[in-house]
């Protein structure tokens, strides 16, 4: 297709990848900006996270699903002013489509429950590890990509949801060795938000972005807090009402000021009650200040944060009743939560809670000839029939560079291909950790 084909059609005109390379200039070896290579190390370190992200979801009945990390961009133009939005890493392909790298999970989720509709049965229970983008400029120097677990239900419209979503949060916790002495959750329910607004007559289409503004409370100073909130047309009166209410920290306190007969005050007691049974009430505080930054919660919110209170919040969730038919499709009851790949890692960084995972590699097998190349590679693969990890020496190289290898990769046991000893169908064997050493039949190597 040549240029006067392309600009044919409507549209911008995709550019093509660049045609010739000039080798004069060396190719910048670092990652693009604001994304991480994972040399392997940090990857051991990311499979740890994630085989515990994904054991502690199997060990609560969750399914893993995953999808497309480049997403139609329908799916994130929201108009409540969403810092998600601004961010956005969208552009157009070459079928002019208006496409972007998800920058979160939970709309695919969606997506797939309206596409898969009845033939899934409810409740579902989905999790997934997936990476999310955002495109930031640079000034702030933050990431643009991090990896995300989700935890959803779809279709429990009690608060059992929630408290279920939060229990295995604990859980991971625990299994990583994070105690509430590190970490606590700040719970509220937008309800909380709802019933002051209604009270001031305030028009649920403001609601979401009402929600946005507060959720700033903390990151821009109170001044600019209210003067967004009087741009949606709130009235002074609602607005110091509200910014009252965000300050209650105990649910006795806001009993006393929303009444007992609301959602947003049974629900909350239901969920604390439920912790007790579940067993993790001394991870889990009222906070009426939480609100959260996407705006289709519609009931619980909650979030994970550092009791040092040097971190950025762990994780965060809640409830959004709403989100399937903002696409069109029949509303279903859900919650569900999203955990960062990035703070947990700086928070066992402060704790000095980072686990120890070395390279391990049981066997190192080596010829000590060039014509026993063959015999050792058949020794490898009897090792490696057997379940043993073995790294072969793939050339001939000295016996100092064989056993520097083998300290590098953690060996346990060295395993020498010699003709004297392959002559008898045996290997020598050397346990590097004591020296010993010996002789055995390849048919009996364990
Ligand atoms: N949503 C989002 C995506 C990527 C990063 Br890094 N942070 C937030």
Request: charged share 30%; net charge neutral.
């Amino acid at each position: 297709v040549n240029e006067t084909t392309r600009a044919g059609r409507s549209g911008s005109i995709s550019s093509p990848p660049h045609q010739v390379v000039d080798y004069s200039q060396k190719v910048d070896v670092n990652p693009p900006k604001g994304t991480r290579d994972f040399p392997p190390e940090e990857m051991r370190l990311r499979n740890w996270l994630f085989q515990n992200f994904k054991e502690v979801s199997q060990l609560f009945g969750f399914e893993e699903v995953d999808y497309p990390v480049l997403e139609s961009e329908a799916l994130y133009i929201r108009k409540a002013g969403e810092e998600i939005r601004d961010q956005l890493y969208c552009f157009e392909d070459r079928g002019n489509r208006r496409v972007a790298l998800r920058p979160e999970l939970t709309p695919s989720l969606a997506r797939l429950v309206i596409q898969k509709g009845k033939s899934v049965a409810l409740p579902i229970k989905w999790f997934a590890v997936g990476q999310c983008w955002r495109y930031e400029r640079m000034t702030r120097g933050r990431r643009r990509e991090h990896y995300q677990w989700n935890m959803d239900i779809i279709g429990v419209p009690d608060v059992t949801g929630e408290a279920e979503l939060i229990s295995s949060i604990v859980t991971f916790f625990k299994r990583i060795g994070i105690t509430p002495k590190d970490v606590g959750f700040k719970i509220s329910s937008r309800k909380v938000l709802q019933e002051v607004l209604s009270f001031y007559s305030v028009p649920e289409s403001l609601f979401a972005k009402a929600c946005i503004i507060i959720d700033k409370m903390g990151k821009i100073p109170m001044e600019e807090i209210k003067k967004e909130l009087e741009l949606v047309e709130l009235s002074k009166d609602a607005i110091e009402d509200l910014l009252q209410v965000l300050t209650i920290k105990s649910l006795t306190e806001l009993e006393e000021k929303l009444g007992g007969t609301g959602e947003a005050v049974s629900e909350l007691k239901q969920l604390f009650s439920l912790a007790e049974k579940f067993g993790y009430s001394e991870w889990i505080q009222f906070d009426a200040s939480v609100v959260r930054g996407l705006a289709y919660y519609t009931g619980i919110v909650f979030e994970g944060f550092d009791r040092e209170g040097k971190l950025r919040a762990i994780c965060g969730g809640g409830r959004y009743d709403r989100l399937l038919s903002t696409f069109g499709g029949d509303d279903l009851p859900a919650c569900g939560f999203g955990f960062g790949d990035a703070v947990i890692i700086e928070l066992l960084k402060e704790r000095g809670l980072l686990p120890e995972l070395p390279l391990e590699i049981e066997n190192i097998v080596c010829s000590l000839d060039p014509n026993l190349q063959g015999a050792a590679a058949m020794v490898a693969t009897v090792l490696r029939g057997k379940g043993q990890r073995v790294d072969l020496v793939l050339e001939n190289k000295p016996l100092k560079w064989v056993f520097k290898r083998a300290t590098r990769i953690n060996a346990r046991r060295l395993i020498l291909v010699g003709s004297a000893e392959w002559e008898k169908g045996m290997v020598g064997v050397k346990i590097l950790s004591t020296g010993e050493q010996y002789e055995v039949n390849v048919d009996e190597l364990q």
